[in-house]
């Protein structure tokens, strides 16, 4: 799996770890090895500039994602074909303060945010109710899962 992370936000982020996660949700989500992803960390100003040009919504966001070859998740019989995933923009100055309210450290929003990310890439969404609670069960059960691997590294 190519993926690549990009730091320009000027706060430390372990890449390593935010990497790891990526690596671990696109194996859950059975995406083939050859896949390519892309991970850039930017700053308040540079992700509200995303926002608005791409959403037309205005101030920073936390997690951005942008599809390029439109894969969806694999199976157990088949992994998805190989290709280029997208792109995944994180801000982690967004992200350090949802930290805060949600009560965990700004690397486990970050991977939440990542997470969250590599479903949006895989078509997921969560607009209308049942889409939502799909989306979110999958997050979590990435999160989960990525947790107890992390703790028998």
Excluded: Y
């Excluded at 100003?45 to 942008?66: I, K, R």
């Amino acid at each position: 799996m190519s993926i690549e992370i990009n730091n320009e936000s000027g706060m430390d982020a372990d890449v390593a770890a935010i990497q790891r996660l990526a690596a671990f949700a696109l194996d859950h989500m059975r995406v083939h090895p050859d896949a390519e992803l892309a991970i850039q960390l930017v700053d308040e100003a540079a992700m509200e500039q995303l926002h608005v040009q791409w959403m037309d919504e205005p101030g920073p966001t936390d997690v951005l994602s942008f599809p390029m070859d439109e894969l969806r998740p694999g199976s157990d019989d088949e992994l998805t074909p190989p290709g280029l995933l997208g792109d995944i923009v994180l801000c982690p100055q967004v992200a350090a303060a949802q930290a805060v309210t949600a009560g965990h450290s700004t690397l486990d929003e970050l991977c939440l945010l990542t997470a969250h990310g590599v479903l949006h890439l895989l078509g997921f969404d969560h607009a209308e109710p049942d889409e939502e609670k799909e989306m979110f069960g999958i997050q979590r059960d990435i999160l989960l899962g990525f947790s107890v691997a992390e703790r028998r590294r």
